[in-house]
């Protein structure tokens, strides 16, 4: 039901920046909160930060200060911006999109978690 491509992964040096983006296409209208979770090689998948259709934010403590999560309404687009990166941040980050209940054609439907493809961010020292 909702479709999610990710850009703006790279490889940059300790201390530099980057910016993510992640847009959505499909059930949008549903879209209950946007985020970007992370994964290291070896590592489980961690929240990075999240922000709800209200506009409510999270960042997890790592990231806190350096990391600012955004999003555009119309657009339907979240962002990430990420400055004074560090090497343990080099992780694949992917997008994720929780859908909440919505009608189809007069019948209520279950939400979800969508998932996007990741993109590679690497920071060298």
């Not at 209950?32 to 506009?55: C, D, F, H, K, N």
């Not at 350096?66 to 555009?72: L, N, P, T, V, Y």
């Not at 978690?113 to 060298?124: A, F, H, I, L, N």
């Amino acid at each position: 039901q909702v479709q999610l491509v990710e850009s703006g992964g790279g490889s940059v040096q300790a201390g530099g920046s980057l910016r993510l983006s992640c847009t959505a296409s499909g059930r949008t209208s549903s879209i209950r909160a946007m985020g970007w979770y992370r994964q290291a090689p070896g590592e489980q998948r961690e929240l990075v930060a999240t922000i709800t259709s209200g506009g409510t934010t999270n960042h997890a403590d790592s990231v806190k200060g350096r990391f600012a999560i955004s999003r555009d309404r119309a657009k339907n687009t979240v962002y990430l911006q990420m400055d004074s990166l560090a090497p343990t941040d080099t992780a694949v980050y992917y997008c994720r999109v929780d859908l909440g209940p919505y009608y189809d054609h007069d019948y209520i439907k279950a939400g979800g978690t969508y998932w996007g493809r990741g993109t590679q961010v690497t920071v060298s020292s």
